[in-house]
């Protein structure tokens, strides 16, 4: 059975740092590209980072360049992403996901696996 548990959220001022971890489970983790996702209240879930298997290729939408890393250690079958200078804007549920392609990892579909979820809430 494939799990995906993210860590990490909370609580944090504004301009303030966090790092969000995923741990998988029940997958080979080295064959998947890894992405996360997030919702705010009211929102559609929106794309915010993908890592590809090999670690080789990062993709960020374009709010978050620059203050998010996203990474991976493949020993761990772990993926990270790193929030640096927080903004109330990125205040949302994050979501971790796996997926076996390397293509298209901006898109929510192209995943097979999905996380539960974890809150991030930045206060202003």
């Known amino acids: 059975q494939v799990q995906l548990v993210e860590s990490g959220g909370g609580l944090v001022q504004a301009g303030g740092s966090l790092r969000l971890s995923c741990a998988a489970s029940?997958?080979?983790?080295?064959?998947?590209?890894m992405g996360w996702f997030r919702q705010a209240p009211g929102k559609e879930r929106e794309f915010v980072a993908a890592?590809?298997?090999?670690?080789?290729?990062?993709y960020y939408t374009d709010s978050v360049k620059g203050r998010f890393t996203i990474s991976r250690d493949n020993a761990k079958n772990t993926v990270y992403l790193q929030m640096n200078s927080l903004k109330a804007d990125d205040t949302a549920v994050y979501y971790c996901?796996?997926?076996?392609?390397?293509?298209?990892?901006?898109?929510?579909?192209?995943?097979?696996?999905w996380g539960q979820g974890n809150q991030v809430t930045v206060s202003s």
């Open positions: 890592i590809k298997w090999s670690g080789a290729g990062t």
């Open positions: 996901a796996a997926a076996t392609t390397n293509w298209n990892l901006q898109m929510s579909r192209n995943y097979d696996y």
């Open positions: 029940g997958l080979t983790f080295s064959r998947y590209s």
